[in-house]
């Protein structure tokens, strides 16, 4: 059974740093893109990120290049997204997703920024 | 970047109704498209990829049909399981634009 369980969801004052992580069991993980998709309360959903199966190519919705940077550790099944410089429009529930097109999906993680 | 522009935004249907949901890309996407439903709370869920091709496991009630820069997702006689918000996606261009959404209500 495909798991994708994400985590490091919290409070955010605006400006601030947050690291997410998802941790990817029951598939061959070197084999897929992965990515990151958000949903604003109450919005449609939001490409934010992906990366090639073996990290040489990542790609970024517009309006979070130079302060998203997607990563992955094949060895250890997971993927981050390092979030830096956060906006009150970053809130949103953020999913990991596994595939091209989407396959399987996480659960979710808030990520709250706010004053 | 290629944009989706999904419409209509709601629909208002009945049970058995045949509705159908339509996907404009801003530039071609060959066959590059998928079609995601989504209910309150959950997270979404494959319908079809490669415009047309029915994910396992999804009834056959639901169509997908189109390529380059026009695409539609009907569902033939509507089931109570089918109020939902669809989504469709492009994923062309190493990127994975969704359109706005489409909300199928009663």
């Known amino acids: 059974e495909v798991q994708l369980v994400e985590s490091g969801g919290g409070l955010v004052q605006p400006g601030g740093s947050l690291r997410l992580s998802c941790a990817a069991s029951?598939?061959?993980?070197?084999?897929?893109?992965m990515n990151w998709v958000r949903q604003a309360p109450g919005k449609g959903l939001e490409w934010v990120a992906n990366?090639?199966?073996?990290?040489?190519?990542?790609n970024y919705v517009d309006s979070v290049k130079g302060r998203f940077t997607i990563s992955r550790d094949n060895a250890k099944n997971s993927v981050s997204l390092q979030m830096n410089s956060l906006r009150v429009e970053d809130t949103a529930v953020y999913y990991c997703?596994?595939?091209?097109?989407?396959?399987?999906w996480g659960q979710g993680t808030l990520v709250t920024v706010s004053s | 970047d290629i944009q989706m522009t999904q419409s209509p935004s709601t629909l208002s249907a009945s049970v058995g109704d045949r509705v159908t949901i339509t996907c404009r890309a801003s530039?071609?996407?060959?066959?590059?498209l998928a079609w995601y439903q989504q209910k309150s709370g959950k997270a979404p869920k494959l319908l079809i990829y490669?415009?047309?091709s029915l994910e396992s496991g999804v009834p056959s009630r639901f169509n997908g049909r189109g390529s380059g820069t026009e695409f539609t997702l009907t569902i033939n006689s509507l089931q109570p399981d089918d109020f939902a918000t669809y989504y469709c996606?492009?994923?062309?261009?190493?990127?994975?634009?969704f359109g706005q959404g489409t909300k199928v209500e009663i």
């Open positions: 530039q071609s996407i060959s066959d590059w």
């Open positions: 997703a596994r595939g091209s097109p989407i396959l399987d």
């Open positions: 029951g598939f061959y993980f070197s084999n897929y893109w």
């Open positions: 990366i090639k199966e073996d990290g040489s190519e990542k």
């Open positions: 490669k415009a047309s």
């Open positions: 996606q492009q994923y062309n261009s190493h990127s994975g634009t």
